[in-house]
């Protein structure tokens, strides 16, 4: 049985990432504690389920600390498991959760020695649920769904169900330093010490997946050189990721506005280990 697990922070998009994957045929429950995973994943096998997806939140985050021994339980009976782990920068939840009105799970909380509701602030749950998943998440593929449309994160949701039968996915992600390093990556790369196609008018208006950028970065001969570094580095421990049974890898490249420079190496490295490799891309800023 193929079985996606999705958890993560309160408002980061777990809903619509488990709706992509009903639309793609999965058998989908929601908040499910932990602890009745097994018993699921026994009657799904009854029923000749052959992929389930399961939700997990901070409501089960006492029981969330047995779900590493469950995944290996699994993975030894044979099941194909992954785990997606979505999380978002705290003023992008706040945000969302003031558009949609509604109460964060931990707001409402009653603590044993005490008979009323918690009072913490919106910021406070926040800081206290990241705090509560903080090992789950060590076990998961990260995707920050900062500043992220729903579309956009069900184009993204989709292209790694597609990879699903991939031994290791290698995303390439573009970002701009000013606006923070994404929280999913594995790797970060700094390429702000290239020329900045920026200060050219011409090129400003552009990005790294026109001709004038790329040929203007072709033309870098510390470009040629940055790029067959981090290829390099990659290249020499992909091996070791895969030997730890990693199912993504996330190589992020950053550069001042996430426009050129990022833009541009982000696509010369998913050009060169496509043949090879299967290659997810995603330019931030751009998207």
């Known amino acids: ?14 809903s619509v990432g488990l709706k992509v994957l009903e639309d793609a045929g999965y058998f989908c429950v929601d908040n499910l504690p932990p602890n009745l995973l097994r018993a699921l994943v026994a009657t799904c096998g009854e029923e000749h ?13 006492s029981s ?10 699994l993975r030894e009976q044979g099941h194909e498991v992954k785990v997606l782990f979505l ?3 705290t003023d992008s939840l706040i945000a969302r959760f003031s558009e949609t009105r509604r109460s964060h799970p931990l707001s409402h909380r009653v603590f044993s020695n005490q008979n009323t509701a918690d009072s913490s602030t919106l910021t406070e749950c926040i800081r206290e649920e990241r705090e509560m998943l903080a090992g789950v ?9 900062s500043g ?21 996915t290698l995303l390439f992600e573009s970002f701009a330093f000013k606006f923070g390093v994404p929280l999913d990556a594995d790797l970060v790369f700094d390429v702000r010490a290239l ?10 208006p552009l990005t790294g997946r026109d001709a004038p950028v790329q040929a203007f970065l072709q033309a870098q001969t510390d470009a040629t050189e940055l790029i067959a570094d981090i290829r390099g580095f990659v290249e020499k421990w992909l091996p070791a990721f895969k030997k730890d049974n990693r199912s993504y890898l996330t190589v992020a490249i950053g550069c001042t506005g996430g426009q050129h420079r990022s833009v541009y190496i982000v696509e010369q490295l998913a ?3 496509r043949p090879v490799e299967h290659v997810l891309v995603r330019h931030r800023e751009l998207d």
Do not use: C
């Not at 998440?137 to 769904?145: A, M, Q």
């Open 1 to 14: 049985m193929r079985i996606i697990l999705i958890t993560g922070i309160s408002g980061s998009g777990k």
């Open 49 to 61: 389920t052959d992929t389930l997806a399961v939700a997990m939140d901070a409501r089960s985050a």
């Open 64 to 73: 969330l600390l047995g779900l590493p021994a469950d995944i290996t339980w």
């Open 87 to 89: 999380t978002a920068k």
């Open 137 to 145: 998440e060590e076990i998961g593929h990260v995707i920050d769904t």
């Open 148 to 168: 992220m449309s729903a579309n956009k994160l069900r184009a993204w949701i989709k292209g790694l169900v597609a990879s699903e039968h991939a031994p290791l």
């Open 195 to 204: 020329p900045n196609p920026h200060y050219d008018a011409t090129l400003r």
């Open 271 to 273: 050009q060169y280990f």
